[in-house]
């Protein structure tokens, strides 16, 4: 009970942080609908259907706008060393990157939401049958990218290159979710039957999972290095 407390407390401080500031948010938020309005007047619908293409463009606008929040994870706390004072707390690391991670899950799933929101107003999609699966196939995938990214963000913030490098060490392992996120996604948006998908999804909860595992028992390393 205790660990949850500490582990809650953590992800609450960054969400009130945020809650106040929208300085993530924000910028995820603008990122998005500037690519939903490119989107909508560069591709031209009259020699390829909305639901070929919209899987792909839904996952690249979540995983490139997650990322330019994900940047910013260790950013306010980096600047007045105050991360310093938070690893100073009894709280253990890897209740420190777990609450880091649910913080930044809360704010990408805040994001995704917008994104189905904005493409299905300029795609005019059909969220095919069972739109709930969809909806959690974005969510479970999402989670393994943002346990990956929030690492790597605690990585990338002690360079001096910072955000530049984040996107080069995330990017590549990404591969199986945006592979498979994708592929179960575009057959949902078309109304395949969930027989098809089932596999996808166990790959993306086994990923989520194994990312979890392996920053919780990384980020001390890197956190303390």
């Known amino acids: 009970m205790i660990y949850l407390r500490q582990l809650w407390a953590i992800a609450w401080k960054d969400l009130l942080i945020e809650l106040r500031s929208r300085e993530r948010v924000g910028s995820m938020a603008g990122f998005t609908a500037l690519v939903g309005v490119l989107f909508n007047f560069a591709i031209d619908w009259t020699a390829v259907r909305p639901d070929e293409i919209a899987s792909a463009l839904i996952w690249v606008?979540?995983?490139?706008?997650?990322?330019?929040?994900?940047?910013?994870?260790?950013?306010?706390?980096?600047?007045?060393?105050?991360?310093?004072?938070?690893?100073?707390?009894?709280?253990?690391?890897?209740?420190?990157?777990?609450?880091?991670?649910?913080?930044?899950?809360?704010?990408?799933?805040?994001?995704?939401?917008?994104?189905?929101?904005?493409?299905?107003?300029?795609?005019?999609?059909?969220?095919?049958?069972?739109?709930?699966?969809?909806?959690?196939t974005l969510a479970l995938g999402g989670l393994g990218f943002v346990a990956v990214g929030t690492l790597f963000s605690a990585v990338s913030s002690g360079t001096a290159i910072g955000q530049t490098l984040l996107p080069v060490l995330l990017f590549p392992l990404l591969v199986p979710v945006v592979i498979y996120g994708t592929s179960a996604t575009g057959r949902l948006l078309v109304g395949r039957p969930l027989d098809e998908v089932e596999g996808n999804l166990r790959i993306l909860g086994a990923f989520a999972l194994v990312a979890l595992a392996v920053g919780a028992t990384l980020f001390r390393y890197v956190v303390e290095d």
């Open 61 to 136: 606008t979540v995983i490139f706008g997650g990322t330019l929040g994900l940047g910013r994870t260790f950013e306010l706390e980096a600047q007045d060393e105050a991360f310093q004072g938070v690893l100073l707390t009894p709280a253990p690391r890897d209740a420190l990157f777990l609450g880091k991670v649910l913080s930044n899950y809360v704010i990408v799933l805040v994001v995704t939401l917008l994104v189905l929101g904005l493409f299905g107003l300029f795609f005019a999609l059909d969220w095919g049958d069972h739109p709930i699966v969809l909806v959690g």
